[in-house]
Nanobody, 114 residues
Framework: QVQLVESGGGLVQAGGSLRLSCAAS????????MGWYRQTPGKQRELVAT???????NYADSVKGRFTISRDNAKNTVHLQMNSLKPEDTAAYYC????????WGQGTQVTVSS
Protein backbone atom coordinates (compact mmCIF):
# COMPACT_ATOMS: atom_id res chain seq x y z
CA GLN A 1 0.00 0.00 0.00
CA VAL A 2 1.38 3.37 -1.03
CA GLN A 3 1.42 6.11 1.56
CA LEU A 4 2.69 9.68 1.53
CA VAL A 5 2.44 11.12 5.02
CA GLU A 6 3.05 14.84 5.51
CA SER A 7 3.96 16.51 8.78
CA GLY A 8 5.23 19.83 10.03
CA GLY A 9 2.42 22.20 9.18
CA GLY A 10 1.07 24.72 11.64
CA LEU A 11 0.55 28.35 12.50
CA VAL A 12 3.43 30.79 12.20
CA GLN A 13 3.83 34.56 12.10
CA ALA A 14 4.88 36.33 8.95
CA GLY A 15 8.64 36.19 8.56
CA GLY A 16 8.87 32.90 10.38
CA SER A 17 9.87 29.44 9.22
CA LEU A 18 8.42 25.97 8.99
CA ARG A 19 9.80 22.66 7.77
CA LEU A 20 7.46 20.22 6.12
CA SER A 21 8.30 16.55 5.82
CA CYS A 22 6.81 13.77 3.72
CA ALA A 23 7.51 10.12 4.42
CA ALA A 24 6.88 7.78 1.51
CA SER A 25 6.24 4.05 1.73
CA UNK A 26 5.19 1.41 -0.75
CA UNK A 27 7.05 2.93 -3.70
CA UNK A 28 10.53 2.64 -5.17
CA UNK A 29 11.40 6.12 -4.04
CA UNK A 30 14.30 6.77 -6.41
CA UNK A 31 12.00 6.26 -9.40
CA UNK A 32 9.85 9.21 -8.44
CA UNK A 33 10.09 12.94 -8.82
CA MET A 34 8.92 14.27 -5.47
CA GLY A 35 7.12 17.53 -5.12
CA TRP A 36 5.16 19.88 -2.94
CA TYR A 37 1.98 21.55 -4.10
CA ARG A 38 -0.39 23.87 -2.29
CA GLN A 39 -4.03 24.76 -2.51
CA THR A 40 -6.33 27.38 -1.04
CA PRO A 41 -10.14 27.17 -1.06
CA GLY A 42 -11.62 27.95 -4.46
CA LYS A 43 -8.29 27.83 -6.25
CA GLN A 44 -6.44 25.19 -8.24
CA ARG A 45 -3.65 23.24 -6.66
CA GLU A 46 -0.36 24.85 -7.64
CA LEU A 47 3.22 23.71 -7.85
CA VAL A 48 5.54 24.83 -5.07
CA ALA A 49 8.68 22.80 -5.75
CA THR A 50 9.89 19.52 -7.18
CA UNK A 51 13.06 17.48 -6.86
CA UNK A 52 14.36 14.57 -8.91
CA UNK A 53 16.23 11.59 -7.54
CA UNK A 54 19.39 13.31 -8.76
CA UNK A 55 18.52 16.42 -6.73
CA UNK A 56 17.55 18.64 -9.65
CA UNK A 57 15.09 21.15 -8.25
CA ASN A 58 12.39 23.39 -9.64
CA TYR A 59 10.54 26.15 -7.79
CA ALA A 60 7.55 28.35 -8.34
CA ASP A 61 8.64 31.94 -8.84
CA SER A 62 6.68 32.98 -5.76
CA VAL A 63 8.84 30.87 -3.43
CA LYS A 64 12.29 31.10 -5.04
CA GLY A 65 14.89 32.22 -2.56
CA ARG A 66 12.64 31.47 0.42
CA PHE A 67 11.81 27.75 0.16
CA THR A 68 14.19 24.83 -0.23
CA ILE A 69 13.19 21.31 -1.21
CA SER A 70 15.40 18.35 -0.36
CA ARG A 71 15.13 14.59 -0.30
CA ASP A 72 16.78 11.66 1.43
CA ASN A 73 16.66 8.65 -0.87
CA ALA A 74 17.89 6.35 1.89
CA LYS A 75 15.03 7.32 4.19
CA ASN A 76 12.34 7.82 1.53
CA THR A 77 11.62 11.32 2.74
CA VAL A 78 11.27 14.73 1.16
CA HIS A 79 11.38 18.02 3.00
CA LEU A 80 10.34 21.59 2.32
CA GLN A 81 12.14 24.24 4.33
CA MET A 82 10.05 27.40 4.24
CA ASN A 83 11.65 30.64 5.39
CA SER A 84 10.47 34.25 5.34
CA LEU A 85 6.89 33.07 5.25
CA LYS A 86 4.20 35.44 4.03
CA PRO A 87 0.44 35.44 4.66
CA GLU A 88 -0.06 34.52 0.99
CA ASP A 89 1.79 31.25 1.67
CA THR A 90 -1.21 30.14 3.74
CA ALA A 91 -2.55 26.96 2.15
CA ALA A 92 -2.90 23.23 2.46
CA TYR A 93 0.40 21.73 1.33
CA TYR A 94 0.44 18.36 -0.41
CA CYS A 95 3.26 15.94 -1.02
CA UNK A 96 3.33 14.46 -4.52
CA UNK A 97 5.17 11.50 -6.05
CA UNK A 98 5.30 11.46 -9.84
CA UNK A 99 6.80 8.53 -11.68
CA UNK A 100 5.43 5.25 -12.96
CA UNK A 101 2.29 6.30 -11.10
CA UNK A 102 1.02 9.48 -9.45
CA UNK A 103 0.42 9.66 -5.73
CA TRP A 104 -0.70 12.38 -3.32
CA GLY A 105 -0.50 12.78 0.41
CA GLN A 106 -3.41 13.87 2.57
CA GLY A 107 -2.12 17.41 3.05
CA THR A 108 -0.93 19.52 5.93
CA GLN A 109 -2.18 23.02 6.71
CA VAL A 110 0.16 25.98 6.84
CA THR A 111 -1.23 29.23 8.19
CA VAL A 112 0.85 32.41 8.21
CA SER A 113 -0.51 35.27 10.28
CA SER A 114 0.28 38.89 9.52
Amino acid sequence: QVQLVESGGGLVQAGGSLRLSCAASGIIFRRYIMGWYRQTPGKQRELVATITSGDTTNYADSVKGRFTISRDNAKNTVHLQMNSLKPEDTAAYYCNARGPYLYWGQGTQVTVSS
